[in-house]
């Protein structure tokens, strides 16, 4: 049978269990949603049981008032049972499907529903047991249901909305047919209202009163879809929030966090296609061929972390963007997604800071027994394009151009000429620096022209 052709309440479950295969798949896909859930069904139950707690404990504080017979100890003895079922459930929660949880939930409707169509034991008189409609007990649901909004999902507050109908119409069938009756109670009442048909019925003790026992009901299950509709609504909001939380980790892994923020809260499409003037930094290990053929594979691994987690350090802290890793080497670009006056700068500072954390990192992996590596860097500056590329499907925002192909020439170019880094004469104007060169403490030397490979003109440099 197809979903168009299904009857309407099939649809309606079918529509509800589409909802939470939903909501799993999308936690399952993502660690933040997941946490999100995790720590919003945790703190809420605790809060549900602190609420719940504090509810009956005024109830305990209320019967008294209600009932000052010493039969009301049969009830605050229930209510302590319902506070301790209210720590167990805190105790067994967990997030997700549970049927120990669900099963004690139904247990705590149940055993309300059975105490409210059951007559006291310790009750003196004796009375039908339709009698106890008229103490209005059905209003003592709308404490538990309160209470599980702020613990369960949506769809467990409407399913003990369901419960409560279910079970309610259970027990006021099982009244009117098999409770105790006293027929000359109702006589009585006729006689006593004899032309008063509507107030002595109303008033017979014997009277289940049908039509208000179906009004608890119908409305206990419009509040409980109301507060259902509003669980979906606040999940909805907790699902974007994740979702923003993961996009945001995300861009955390490209950019420095403090553009991060930026780009979070800007109109602007990062994504559209445009051109302008950006540093561009390569750099790669020397030699990691053979690095990676004469250790484990363990050994090569953990290299590439730290080298990745200091390479990602220099560029973070001097303003950079992370483009991509490249095996052993990486891309990062200076200016992007939005241009600084001090672009060719930073991406100078973040070159030379990552030569001093490869100094360190050799220190320390001399200390393991481990051979040093050599890290070359080669950073141009120039006019680049850049945006979304790709299909719809597979989306990844590219720098490329010339200015890209000249930097990744430079980083390559270290091993011809015997140094750490390579620099463009272009960067170093951009940068300012190219008149510290008379400075004992300027770590650049100016080299002659030098040929890049693929490009027919020759280039001013700068080494390190």
Same mark, same amino acid.
């Given at each position: 049978?197809?979903?168009?052709?299904?009857?309407?309440?099939?649809?309606?479950?079918?529509?509800?269990?589409?909802?939470?295969?939903?909501?799993?798949?999308?936690?399952?896909?993502?660690?933040?949603?997941?946490?999100?859930?995790?720590?919003?069904?945790?703190?809420?139950?605790?809060?549900?049981?602190?609420?719940?707690?504090?509810?009956?404990?005024?109830?305990?504080?209320?019967?008294?008032?209600?009932?000052?017979?010493?039969?009301?100890?049969?009830?605050?003895?229930?209510?302590?049972?319902?506070?301790?079922?209210?720590?167990?459930? !805190?105790?067994? =929660?967990?997030?997700? *499907? +549970?049927?120990?949880?669900?099963?004690? @939930?139904?247990?705590? #409707?149940?055993? /309300?529903?059975?105490?409210?169509?059951?007559?006291?034991?310790?009750?003196?008189?004796?009375?039908?047991?339709?009698?106890?409609?008229?103490?209005?007990?059905?209003?003592?649901?709308?404490?538990? !249901?309160?209470? =599980?909004?702020?613990? *369960? +999902?949506?769809?467990?507050?409407?399913? @003990?909305?369901?419960? #409560?109908?279910? /079970?309610?119409?259970?027990?006021?069938?099982?009244?009117?047919?098999?409770?105790?009756?006293?027929?000359?109670?109702?006589?009585?009442?006729?006689?006593?209202?004899?032309?008063?048909?509507?107030?002595?019925?109303?008033?017979?003790?014997?009277?289940?009163?049908?039509?208000?026992?179906?009004?608890?009901?119908? #409305?206990?299950?419009?509040?409980?879809?109301?507060?259902?509709?509003?669980?979906?609504?606040?999940?909805?909001?907790?699902?974007?929030?994740?979702?923003?939380?993961?996009?945001?980790?995300?861009?955390?892994?490209?950019?420095?966090?403090?553009?991060?923020?930026?780009?979070?809260?800007?109109?602007?499409?990062?994504?559209?296609?445009?051109?302008?003037?950006?540093?561009?930094?390569?750099?790669?290990?020397?030699?990691?061929?053979?690095?990676?053929?004469?250790?484990?594979?363990?050994?090569?691994?953990?290299?590439?972390?730290?080298?990745?987690?200091?390479?990602?350090?220099?560029?973070?802290?001097?303003?950079?963007?992370?483009?991509?890793?490249?095996?052993?080497?990486?891309?990062?670009?200076?200016?992007?997604?939005?241009?600084?006056?001090?672009?060719?700068?930073?991406?100078?500072?973040?070159?030379?800071?990552?030569?001093?954390?490869?100094?360190?990192?050799?220190?320390?992996?001399?200390?393991?027994?481990?051979?040093?590596?050599?890290?070359?860097?080669?950073?141009?500056?120039?006019?680049?394009?850049?945006?979304?590329?790709?299909?719809?499907?597979?989306?990844?925002?590219?720098?490329?151009?010339?200015?890209?192909?000249?930097?990744?020439?430079?980083?390559?170019?270290?091993?011809?000429?015997?140094?750490?880094?390579?620099?463009?004469?272009?960067?170093?104007?951009?940068?300012?620096?190219?008149?510290?060169?008379?400075?004992?403490?300027?770590?650049?030397?100016?080299?002659?022209?030098?040929?890049?490979?693929?490009?027919?003109?020759?280039?001013?440099?700068?080494?390190?």
């Amino acid at each position: 049978m197809s979903a168009l052709r299904m009857p309407s309440p099939f649809r309606f479950i079918a529509r509800l269990r589409q909802l939470r295969d939903d909501e799993r798949q999308q936690a399952s896909s993502n660690q933040f949603l997941a946490q999100a859930l995790e720590n919003e069904k945790m703190e809420g139950h605790r809060l549900a049981v602190i609420a719940r707690t504090v509810a009956m404990s005024i109830v305990a504080l209320l019967l008294p008032f209600l009932n000052p017979s010493l039969s009301v100890l049969y009830y605050e003895a229930w209510v302590a049972v319902f506070i301790a079922l209210g720590w167990l459930q !805190l105790r067994l =929660a967990r997030v997700g *499907y +549970s049927r120990t949880e669900l099963g004690l @939930i139904f247990l705590d #409707v149940s055993l /309300l529903t059975l105490l409210f169509i059951t007559p006291n034991p310790f009750f003196s008189e004796d009375v039908p047991t339709a009698f106890i409609y008229r103490f209005d007990n059905f209003i003592y649901f709308f404490i538990f !249901l309160a209470a =599980a909004t702020l613990a *369960y +999902s949506w769809r467990t507050v409407w399913a @003990i909305g369901t419960w #409560v109908g279910v /079970l309610w119409l259970a027990g006021f069938i099982y009244v009117a047919v098999f409770g105790q009756k006293i027929p000359e109670l109702s006589e009585a009442t006729a006689i006593a209202f004899e032309g008063h048909s509507i107030v002595g019925s109303e008033l017979d003790p014997n009277s289940v009163r049908p039509s208000v026992r179906i009004q608890e009901i119908v #409305v206990f299950l419009i509040v409980a879809a109301m507060l259902a509709l509003k669980g979906w609504r606040s999940n909805q909001l907790l699902m974007r929030q994740a979702n923003l939380a993961a996009e945001r980790a995300n861009l955390s892994r490209y950019f420095p966090s403090s553009l991060v923020d930026v780009l979070a809260s800007t109109d602007r499409d990062i994504g559209a296609v445009r051109t302008q003037e950006v540093a561009v930094l390569f750099t790669d290990i020397v030699g990691f061929t053979q690095f990676a053929e004469h250790h484990s594979p363990e050994e090569v691994m953990d290299l590439l972390r730290h080298y990745h987690a200091f390479v990602e350090r220099s560029i973070f802290q001097n303003g950079g963007t992370l483009d991509k890793y490249l095996g052993d080497g990486v891309m990062a670009t200076f200016g992007t997604p939005e241009t600084k006056s001090g672009d060719a700068a930073n991406a100078l500072k973040a070159a030379l800071q990552l030569i001093d954390e490869t100094e360190a990192f050799n220190k320390d992996l001399q200390s393991r027994g481990i051979e040093p590596i050599k890290v070359s860097v080669g950073v141009h500056f120039g006019p680049v394009i850049l945006g979304d590329i790709g299909p719809s499907r597979r989306l990844e925002f590219a720098v490329v151009g010339d200015t890209v192909n000249v930097a990744s020439r430079l980083e390559a170019s270290t091993r011809e000429l015997g140094c750490k880094c390579v620099v463009s004469e272009e960067l170093m104007r951009r940068a300012g620096l190219d008149e510290n060169a008379s400075n004992p403490d300027f770590k650049f030397s100016a080299k002659n022209q030098i040929k890049l490979r693929g490009r027919e003109t020759s280039i001013n440099v700068w080494t390190v």
